[in-house]
């Protein structure tokens, strides 16, 4: 059973665009989550995190979105750069204090087109 | 710093042979985690790490043996290998709740 699911396997856009990768979840309980980038031979790097007292967190070139009631959110790329190329995984916790028990999404593939 | 490390980056094994992958961190993080990321898949949690001398099964434990005796290391051991067992492994360490701070991984076939 995926609690956290990334129905997108890949995406394509154009340089200087806006990238946007979405990302559902199952589990109630979650109310912390992460966005994490992923070049290939490297580990996951921490891109950007939410918590559900807000819907909104920005970080440069970065957004990420939470819906509650939707059980969805996404990361916004504004605009989008060759350097952004990456796998990115969503992850999810129960709360912060949770955030040692990240459950992952399976990850989406960005391509960056010049 | 170096951050986390692992080694081997990569290792084969047998069928019913052991190893350790070693992870060790400089960054004086209470918390490690161990993780595999099979095919397609996204990473799922082996076992984690809040100090030393205290460790906890994560989502996929069966297989798989921890210890953590120093704040620097936490090594992941495979007793018996099975092909189910083939997947990259990463270790992580954080400060307490924060981001976590990824290895680069460890690619492991069991033939």
């Known amino acids: 059973d995926q609690q956290v699911k990334q129905n997108s396997p890949s995406l394509s856009v154009q340089e200087g665009r806006i990238s946007i990768l979405n990302c559902d979840y199952t589990?109630?309980?979650?109310?912390?989550f992460l966005w994490y980038k992923k070049y290939p031979a490297e580990g996951p790097t921490f891109l950007i995190s939410?918590?559900?007292?807000?819907d909104k967190n920005e970080d440069g070139r970065f957004t990420v979105f939470l819906n509650k009631s939707a059980k969805h959110l996404s990361l916004h790329i504004v605009p989008s750069q060759p350097g952004d190329s990456a796998v990115y995984f969503c992850?999810?916790?129960?709360?912060?204090?949770?955030?040692?028990?990240?459950?992952f999404g399976q990850g989406t593939r960005l391509t960056i087109n010049p | 710093n170096a951050g986390v490390t692992q080694t081997p980056k990569f290792r084969i094994l047998k069928i019913g042979q052991s190893m350790t992958l070693q992870c060790t961190q400089d960054?004086?993080?209470?918390?490690m985690y161990w993780y595999r990321q099979d095919p397609g898949m996204g990473l799922k949690l082996i076992y984690y790490?809040?100090?030393?001398?205290?460790?906890d099964k994560g989502e996929v434990p069966n297989g798989y043996n921890v210890s953590r005796s120093t704040t620097e290391d936490f090594p992941l051991r495979l007793e018996l290998a099975a092909p189910s067992q083939t997947s990259v492994y990463f270790c992580a360490s954080s400060y307490k709740y924060n981001e976590q701070f990824f290895g680069p991984g460890t690619r492991l076939t069991v033939l």
């Open positions: 939410i918590s559900s007292i807000k």
């Open positions: 992850a999810a916790s129960e709360g912060i204090q949770g955030a040692q028990k990240l459950v």
């Open positions: 790490s809040v100090g030393a001398g205290i460790t």
């Open positions: 960054m004086n993080h209470n918390y």
């Open positions: 589990n109630s309980m979650f109310d912390y």
